[in-house]
């Protein structure tokens, strides 16, 4: 055993050691151990010193092929080696390598490609803002789920029943969920107009705080401040199949004449809805989440698709520089798709013209 | 002084944080990331606020229910469960042998389990709705359901080729169509943060 273990004892070069991003806060450790060898470990072992003198003994899975250590810091150098053990026995150890420092960059060059997308559409937004500016006319397609908003409003003013507006499950962190809230405000104000009732019960207490205070704003804005009721913008729970069973009661319970499911949404989805259209209620629904977009289209009255959700403020409000970004999204859409033919059409001929951005 | 505090001070605050969150992304420096790591924190910190308003909403809303006697049983549950959990979580801790911890698994998860197996019904229903032929679109939607269905069924892996046609179809139409809608979303994504940090998407301060 001990001939066995002379035998297996070899010194193996440096390990290779370099900074996989610039976190500052990781080096990757290149385990060059021989696969004849790989077999015979039990135990491995990454042996760290700093470059204040600190010494630490990392203990690894025998079968990796690199190490990524996160947690150092970009102040200090670091150098590593491989202890690497069969059954307690010591059968071979690394030579030091050299001292590196994890680096910390100021710009990560891997999202260069997504920054001058980013910059390039916010230029676009701000060209569709300035023409909106000087009261240019700007074309809108006719949205037909926005188009109903007003009759979905209408039919419960004339029914004197109760509108339930959903901001989705999702928290306020969630683009969707703020595309939500904004066209709360909208419906709440063509709804203070009709002094018809709006019931908001939310799933998230942040979505709630900034519920309650946008519904509350938006009654003062068309000057009927004394038509905002707290207990018609509330807390229910935050348990998902809680939030919907709490929903679909009340659905039933007042016989809403109108729903709108906005935001993002999960597997309740079809809960809701579903309970909804049993009740004979009118049902405009918009959402982001692709898996619940075919329970919505199936079960609501409209449906917003995706982007028709952000773009909804805009088109209720009619604002002329809310509507220009629209245009800018409508361009972008344009660029995106001409630049996908264009690749489609280089790869079927093998010719690379990505310039290696993608 | 209140158009300062509810709209000018929130829509500058949104102006600053809202571009450096967006240039932080592209910086991976640690500086960057202890930014990022303390946004998280204050978020937390803001969300744990909010849960305390959020409290006191669930109990005044289902307490001024019980003056109606027809939502009355439902919000004395309500209150009473609250009560009960909030009772036994203080009391004997939350930890996995904890009585608030048997209570959540054995009460909690099956309501919740009950309430999601409801799906298998309510999706039965919208498929009818669906499959009913009314013209072309709802055709082709029912055909392709019908594929999709006996494809991954047991009997559809014995019939030649249906593996293959269910899998060109999840693959190219079904992926295709979800991808356009992914650009879209993303766009709109974008879209929508860009107007709230320049401040021209105003509803979220009251419009």
């Given at each position: 055993?001990?001939?066995?273990?002379?035998?297996?004892?070899?010194?193996?070069?440096?390990?290779?050691?370099?900074?996989?991003?610039?976190?500052?806060k990781?080096?990757?450790?290149?385990?060059d151990?021989p696969d004849?060898?790989?077999p015979?470990?039990?135990?491995?072992?990454?042996?760290?010193?700093?470059?204040?003198?600190?010494?630490?003994?990392?203990?690894?899975?025998?079968?990796?092929?690199?190490?990524?250590?996160?947690?150092?810091?970009?102040?200090?150098?670091?150098r590593?080696?491989i202890?690497?053990?069969?059954?307690?026995?010591?059968?071979?150890?690394?030579e030091?390598?050299?001292?590196?420092?994890?680096?910390?960059?100021?710009?990560?060059?891997?999202?260069?490609?997504?920054?001058?997308?980013?910059m390039?559409?916010?230029?676009?937004?701000?060209?569709?803002?300035?023409?909106?500016?000087?009261n240019?006319?700007?074309?809108?397609?006719?949205?037909?789920?926005?188009?109903?908003?007003?009759?979905?409003?209408?039919?419960?003013?004339?029914?004197?029943?109760?509108?339930?507006?959903?901001?989705?499950?999702?928290?306020i962190?969630?683009?969707?969920t703020?595309?939500?809230?904004?066209?709360?405000?909208?419906?709440?104000?063509?709804?203070?107009?009709?002094?018809?009732?709006i019931?908001?019960?939310c799933?998230?207490?942040?979505?709630?705080?900034?519920?309650?205070?946008?519904?509350?704003?938006?009654?003062?804005?068309?000057?009927?401040?004394?038509?905002?009721?707290?207990?018609?913008?509330?807390?229910?729970?935050?348990?998902?199949?809680?939030?919907?069973?709490?929903?679909?009661?009340?659905?039933?319970?007042?016989?809403?004449a109108?729903?709108?499911?906005?935001?993002?949404?999960?597997?309740?989805?079809l809960?809701?809805?579903?309970?909804?259209?049993?009740t004979?209620?009118?049902?405009?629904a918009?959402?982001?989440?692709?898996?619940?977009?075919?329970?919505?289209?199936?079960?609501?009255d409209?449906t917003?698709?995706?982007?028709?959700l952000?773009?909804?403020?805009?088109?209720?409000?009619?604002?002329?520089?809310?509507?220009?970004?629209?245009?800018?999204?409508?361009?972008?859409?344009?660029?995106?798709?001409?630049v996908?033919?264009?690749?489609?059409?280089?790869?079927?001929?093998?010719?690379?013209?990505?310039?290696?951005?993608? | 002084?209140?158009?300062?505090?509810?709209?000018k001070?929130?829509?500058?605050?949104?102006?600053?944080?809202?571009?450096?969150?967006?240039?932080?992304?592209?910086?991976?420096?640690?500086?960057?990331q202890?930014?990022?790591?303390?946004?998280?924190?204050?978020?937390?910190?803001?969300?744990?606020?909010?849960?305390i308003?959020?409290?006191v909403s669930?109990?005044r809303?289902?307490?001024?229910?019980?003056?109606?006697?027809?939502?009355?049983?439902?919000?004395?549950?309500?209150?009473?469960?609250?009560a009960a959990?909030?009772?036994?979580?203080?009391?004997?801790?939350?930890?996995?042998?904890?009585?608030?911890?048997?209570?959540?698994?054995?009460?909690?998860?099956?309501?919740?389990?009950?309430?999601?197996?409801?799906?298998?019904f309510?999706?039965?229903?919208?498929?009818?709705?669906?499959?009913?032929?009314?013209?072309v679109?709802?055709?082709?939607?029912?055909?392709?359901?019908?594929?999709?269905?006996f494809g991954?069924?047991?009997?559809?892996?014995?019939?030649?080729?249906?593996?293959?046609i269910?899998e060109?179809?999840?693959?190219?139409?079904?992926?295709?169509?979800?991808?356009?809608?992914?650009?879209?979303?993303?766009?709109?994504?974008?879209a929508?943060s860009?107007?709230?940090?320049?401040?021209?998407?105003?509803?979220?301060v009251?419009?």
């Amino acid at each position: 055993m001990l001939l066995k273990t002379i035998l297996f004892m070899l010194f193996l070069s440096p390990p290779r050691v370099f900074s996989p991003d610039g976190t500052g806060k990781k080096l990757t450790i290149v385990l060059d151990i021989p696969d004849a060898i790989r077999p015979q470990i039990t135990t491995l072992n990454l042996v760290r010193e700093c470059s204040d003198g600190k010494v630490d003994t990392l203990d690894i899975l025998p079968f990796l092929k690199a190490y990524t250590d996160n947690s150092l810091s970009y102040k200090k150098d670091y150098r590593y080696k491989i202890l690497a053990y069969s059954n307690g026995n010591l059968i071979f150890e690394s030579e030091w390598s050299e001292y590196i420092r994890p680096t910390a960059k100021w710009f990560d060059k891997d999202k260069l490609p997504l920054f001058i997308a980013m910059m390039l559409f916010t230029i676009i937004m701000i060209y569709y803002i300035a023409q909106a500016r000087a009261n240019k006319p700007l074309y809108l397609r006719p949205i037909a789920g926005l188009e109903a908003v007003n009759e979905a409003i209408g039919r419960a003013t004339e029914m004197g029943r109760p509108i339930i507006y959903i901001n989705g499950l999702t928290g306020i962190s969630d683009i969707a969920t703020i595309a939500a809230l904004n066209i709360l405000s909208h419906v709440t104000k063509r709804a203070g107009q009709f002094e018809t009732r709006i019931v908001v019960p939310c799933y998230d207490p942040v979505v709630y705080t900034i519920a309650r205070e946008i519904v509350k704003e938006a009654y003062t804005t068309i000057g009927r401040p004394d038509l905002f009721n707290p207990d018609d913008v509330y807390f229910a729970t935050d348990s998902q199949f809680g939030y919907a069973a709490h929903v679909a009661a009340r659905m039933v319970r007042e016989q809403s004449a109108t729903n709108f499911f906005m935001g993002y949404y999960f597997a309740e989805s079809l809960i809701l809805s579903e309970t909804g259209a049993s009740t004979g209620a009118i049902q405009v629904a918009g959402t982001d989440s692709v898996a619940q977009l075919p329970f919505f289209v199936v079960t609501c009255d409209y449906t917003l698709i995706g982007e028709e959700l952000y773009a909804a403020s805009a088109y209720l409000s009619r604002e002329p520089l809310l509507t220009g970004t629209i245009k800018a999204q409508d361009l972008a859409k344009l660029l995106l798709v001409v630049v996908m033919v264009l690749l489609s059409i280089s790869s079927l001929f093998k010719v690379n013209i990505t310039l290696g951005l993608f | 002084m209140r158009p300062l505090l509810e709209k000018k001070i929130p829509l500058a605050l949104v102006f600053i944080i809202g571009i450096i969150m967006t240039l932080q992304y592209f910086v991976p420096h640690p500086i960057s990331q202890t930014i990022y790591d303390n946004s998280l924190m204050w978020n937390r910190a803001i969300a744990s606020m909010a849960y305390i308003m959020a409290v006191v909403s669930f109990l005044r809303f289902h307490s001024r229910r019980l003056k109606d006697k027809n939502y009355a049983p439902y919000s004395l549950v309500a209150i009473l469960s609250f009560a009960a959990m909030a009772l036994i979580g203080f009391i004997g801790g939350t930890g996995s042998d904890s009585l608030f911890q048997k209570m959540y698994n054995n009460m909690m998860v099956p309501l919740q389990a009950t309430t999601f197996s409801l799906l298998a019904f309510y999706m039965s229903s919208a498929a009818y709705r669906a499959f009913r032929i009314r013209g072309v679109e709802a055709t082709v939607l029912m055909i392709t359901a019908f594929i999709i269905i006996f494809g991954t069924t047991t009997i559809g892996n014995y019939v030649p080729k249906m593996n293959e046609i269910v899998e060109w179809i999840m693959a190219v139409p079904n992926l295709a169509s979800k991808r356009g809608i992914m650009i879209g979303v993303g766009l709109g994504v974008v879209a929508t943060s860009i107007k709230i940090i320049l401040g021209i998407e105003r509803n979220w301060v009251g419009g």
